[in-house]
């Protein structure tokens, strides 16, 4: 029972171009979001995150949105650039849940020069 | 500027064998967590502690125990080693859930352990 998910394993971008990676999660009880990055041999890092209250949130090149009644959010870069490339991680939590994060598989993203 | 620290990076262990991993945060963060990252399946949680001297099951806790004797230190044990708990192993912390205010959880690098 997979309660996040990122239906697309991998991703290829050129530079400078905008970067679009999704998220959709079943469970209604979640109410905030988060994405992570993560580089080979080192820990996700968070990035930017949302609560259900809101349907954008923006931290530079970095933009997140919330539909909630489509259960789906997604991550925008614009631009995209070569330090992005990475493993992306999308999670949820519920307020009741002890901030239990529940993660997706994951987005490997790659631009391309 | 450690943030979390855990030890080791690396191990290999036969089928059988026990071991303790080692999470240390110096965030002076209430909760801590551990999980576990398989190709193709994201991270899952094995087991987190919301206070000095709790604990408390997560998604696949099976196999595993934890111990919070300290609010810095957060260990995982694995009583007797099975090759299905060959994974990637990240400890987390974060400051306590306040009013409507949710933070991040911080990761340290990870231990990749190998079950033969």
């Known amino acids: 029972d997979q309660q996040v998910k990122q239906n697309s394993p991998s991703l290829s971008v050129q530079e400078g171009r905008i970067s679009i990676l999704n998220c959709d999660y079943t469970n209604s009880m979640f109410d905030y979001f988060l994405w992570y990055k993560k580089y080979p041999a080192e820990g996700p890092t968070f990035l930017i995150s949302?609560?259900?209250?809101?349907d954008k949130n923006e931290d530079g090149r970095f933009t997140v949105f919330l539909n909630k009644s489509a259960k789906h959010l997604s991550l925008h870069i614009v631009p995209s650039q070569p330090g992005d490339s990475a493993v992306y991680f999308c999670?949820?939590?519920?307020?009741?849940?002890?901030?239990?994060?529940?993660f997706g598989q994951g987005t490997r993203l790659t631009i391309n020069p | 500027n450690a943030g979390v620290t855990q030890t080791p990076k690396f191990r290999v262990l036969k089928t059988g064998q026990s071991m303790t991993l080692l999470c240390a945060q110096d965030?002076?963060?209430?909760?801590m967590y551990w999980y576990r990252q398989d190709p193709g399946m994201g991270l899952r949680l094995i087991h987190y502690s919301v206070g000095e001297g709790t604990t408390a099951k997560g998604e696949v806790p099976d196999g595993y125990n934890v111990s919070r004797l300290k609010k810095q230190n957060f260990l995982l044990g694995l009583e007797s080693a099975a090759p299905s708990q060959t994974s990637v192993y990240f400890c987390?912390?974060?400051?306590?859930?306040?009013?409507?205010?949710?933070?991040?959880?911080?990761f340290g690098d990870g231990t990749r352990l190998s079950i033969l």
């Open positions: 949302i609560s259900s209250i809101k």
């Open positions: 987390a912390s974060s400051y306590s859930f306040t009013g409507s205010s949710n933070q991040p959880q911080h």
């Open positions: 965030m002076n963060h209430e909760y």
């Open positions: 999670a949820a939590s519920a307020i009741q849940g002890a901030q239990k994060l529940v």
